[in-house]
């Protein structure tokens, strides 16, 4: 796509253990437009964190990582390997989960702050500090002089996370990667960090990939989703689409395990039954398939590639969600009692509704 | 009550404590007025004065009157007969005053030995520690940054080669080495000028600093590869820091807790070694005049080296714990 800010072509990193080589990304391709903010969601163990400090070039020497990532036209391995000095944390910077431990405890806040202004941008010690005021003043701190001579223990979570987004905002950067940047805190401060993020990217023309495992998370806030699982990209489309018209299995279950408020009280949360594989084995089929209500016999023998289903709308499955081979699929396994797979259909039936999901139906 | 009045009171109990110790012991494990008079404390004088016997061997009538004149001039002196409690309060209340005492041997005061030894074997100290530092923080620097590669592993094995030759033996394989057979070092103490006495300490202290040094090296490289772990550091990877600045701008000193700790500990076992380096390389240090007083039972020159002793460890281990709140703020919050 012209214009992409960021472009990544199958993207796969590889860890050798002792048990065999673990594929924690497999063949990752995605594209973000400047200013776009990109949704990665998936399970823990998805993949997820690993693309993102794969971009980030934090990933331990021994990960082998293949594919190709161009940061507006540049090559971001190739830089990786010249040592290039400028770049991450000037151009592209990542905010990290756990507020706690993300930021040095023995130094104070407007040191780690004004650390990259003075290193990139070779400002000085009082315009450095200067400016890290004014950044503390954008992500909402109160007594911006104050909290520059503190420590990070003597902040609150909240607070804290504000002083990593200055941070990263520094060198005003035309990428973020947020990589679960409020799992860490109280559901209250999540929802005031999560649109303070979105406020500051649209000031600022900001790109932005925000990882999360929580789909109610992306929705209103990114412009593209795209589901991971096992490594792999199950599902991709604009945020609009994903939501209204959902193909893959694995974003359908995804989404019934958010509670929701209109659901009485003491209904059981619907967990997806099973584990995500050890990506240790070689999967030969869809890696969801196990798991997956709709499997069919293909799904265990053959791996599905990601097809159109629309404009922007990717979906790696052979029998998708709200397509008559799907609907098909479902069906059988109902009628069946177990999926092609072997899991028994008869764990579903505490389920709500999927029609009830406000999804377009998947029964009919 | 605040934190350094806190450590200062404990550093005084301490003080009290261990300097009581020291001198009780002295005087219940040896007899003092032997140490001063020698085999005449042994002479009963109140018989002697009562005319009962002669003297030591009771074979020239009246001749023992001088030396017990002696005997009861030494109990008049150092106040032997006062209780224990009673003779601890006055020495110690002269030394606070900077009153020594004198030597039982030479009758040279304590502080005059001390002014003239003392210095040598700080300024060993020093070097000592200089060299277990200077040669330790870098190399485990190094050895984190690669840990479990090549030259992390050749480390290794050189840090528990210096660890495991006995520090004597070590010495003196440099004696021969450096002064005997390459005349590089002078083979006895020098002091003429600042330069001379660092020639002269040189080897003594890379006897005693080496071995400290391989034992920080493996302290400070285990936390620094424990720290290198931290998410902090991933956060200034990804502010694009160069390895080194996040090495020694941010790893370095949130690991340095575990080794401080041993440093002010070790102090104890510097001058433990000194005794036995100062005496292998000639030096006239404390170490060597508290083995030779100790052999020649000079009561005030043992408890004066001693009282000096405990004084550094204790000052030394309380700089350590002012230095915590220093490299981590989260300790001074409980002060």
Redesign the interface.
């Known amino acids: 796509m012209a214009g992409a800010l960021l472009t990544v072509r199958d993207l796969s990193v590889g860890f050798l253990t002792e048990q065999g080589l673990v594929r924690a990304v497999d063949g990752v391709s995605f594209d973000l437009e400047p200013g776009q903010t990109l949704g990665v969601v998936g399970e823990s163990g998805s993949g997820k964190s690993v693309t993102a400090k794969a971009l980030?070039?934090?990933l331990p020497s021994y990960a082998q990582v293949r594919g190709t990532v161009d940061f507006d036209g540049r090559n971001v391995f190739a830089m990786a390997a010249n040592k290039e000095?400028?770049?991450?944390?000037?151009e592209m910077?990542?905010v990290?989960q756990?507020p706690m431990?993300?930021?040095?405890?023995?130094?104070k806040v407007g040191e780690q702050i004004t650390?990259?202004l003075r290193?990139?941008l070779r400002r000085s010690r009082r315009d450095a500090l200067a400016e890290a005021g004014d950044l503390l003043e954008q992500v909402g701190i109160p007594e911006p002089g104050k909290r520059l001579t503190q420590?990070p223990?003597e902040l609150s979570g909240g607070l804290r996370q504000r002083v990593?987004i200055a941070?990263?905002l520094a060198c005003g950067p035309r990428l973020l990667i947020a990589d679960e940047p409020t799992t860490a805190l109280d559901v209250t401060v999540q929802k005031h960090i999560l649109d303070l993020l979105d406020d500051l990217r649209r000031a600022r023309g900001m790109a932005m990939i925000l990882i999360t495992h929580d789909l109610g998370v992306v929705k209103g806030r990114a412009d593209e989703v795209m589901v991971m699982y096992a490594g792999h990209t199950m599902e991709e489309a604009p945020t609009a689409t994903l939501f209204a018209e959902m193909r893959h299995p694995y974003t359908e279950a995804l989404l019934e395990t958010i509670p929701r408020i209109d659901t009485p009280s003491h209904t059981r949360l619907v967990p997806i039954p099973g584990r995500p594989p050890e990506v240790i084995d070689v999967l030969d089929g869809c890696p969801f398939a196990p798991r997956c209500r709709y499997s069919i016999a293909r799904c265990l023998t053959d791996q599905p590639g990601l097809t159109s289903h629309g404009a922007g709308h990717l979906c790696a499955c052979h029998a998708p969600v709200g397509t008559p081979s799907g609907i098909q699929a479902r069906s059988a396994n109902e009628s069946a009692g177990t999926t092609a797979a072997g899991l028994d259909m008869g764990q579903f039936t505490r389920n709500v509704p999927v029609a009830d999901l406000g999804q377009s139906g998947a029964e009919g | 009550m605040t934190f350094l009045a806190r450590r200062l009171a404990f550093m005084l109990g301490v003080l009290f404590t261990t300097t009581f110790i020291a001198y009780a012991a002295m005087n219940a494990l040896g007899d003092p007025l032997f140490n001063v008079v020698g085999f005449y404390a042994k002479v009963d004088c109140d018989a002697v004065l009562a005319g009962e016997i002669d003297d030591v061997v009771g074979t020239r009538p009246g001749s023992s009157l001088g030396e017990c004149q002696l005997v009861a001039e030494a109990r008049e002196k150092y106040h032997l007969d006062d209780p224990l409690p009673v003779r601890y309060g006055r020495w110690i209340g002269a030394m606070v005053q900077g009153d020594f005492g004198e030597s039982f041997k030479n009758y040279v005061p304590v502080s005059t030995i001390l002014a003239e030894r003392l210095p040598k074997s700080l300024m060993l100290m020093g070097m000592s520690m200089t060299v277990a530092l200077g040669a330790s923080i870098p190399w485990a620097v190094a050895a984190a940054y690669r840990a479990n590669r090549r030259l992390d592993k050749a480390s290794t094995a050189v840090s528990f080669g210096i660890l495991s030759i006995p520090s004597f033996a070590f010495g003196i394989i440099l004696l021969y080495l450096f002064v005997v057979r390459w005349e590089i070092f002078p083979s006895r103490f020098e002091d003429d000028d600042l330069f001379s006495r660092l020639r002269s300490l040189t080897l003594a202290s890379l006897t005693l600093g080496l071995p400290l040094a391989a034992v920080y090296q493996r302290l400070l490289r285990t936390d620094l590869i424990t720290t290198l772990q931290e998410d902090f550091v991933l956060t200034a990877k990804a502010k694009g820091l160069s390895d080194r600045r996040i090495m020694f701008r941010h790893v370095l000193r949130p690991s340095m807790f575990g080794m401080v700790t041993v440093v002010g500990l070790n102090s104890a076992a510097l001058f433990a070694g000194s005794i036995i380096i100062e005496q292998i390389f000639s030096i006239p240090g404390i170490g060597r005049e508290l083995y030779v007083s100790i052999v020649r039972d000079d009561n005030p020159v043992v408890l004066a080296c001693v009282v000096v002793i405990v004084t550094a460890f204790v000052l030394i281990n309380t700089a350590v714990d002012l230095l915590y709140s220093y490299l981590d703020p989260r300790v001074r919050r409980d002060t």
């Open positions: 980030m070039n934090l000095k400028h770049f991450w944390g000037v910077t990542m990290f756990d431990t993300s930021l040095n405890p023995v130094k650390e990259s290193v990139h420590y223990h990593v941070m990263a």
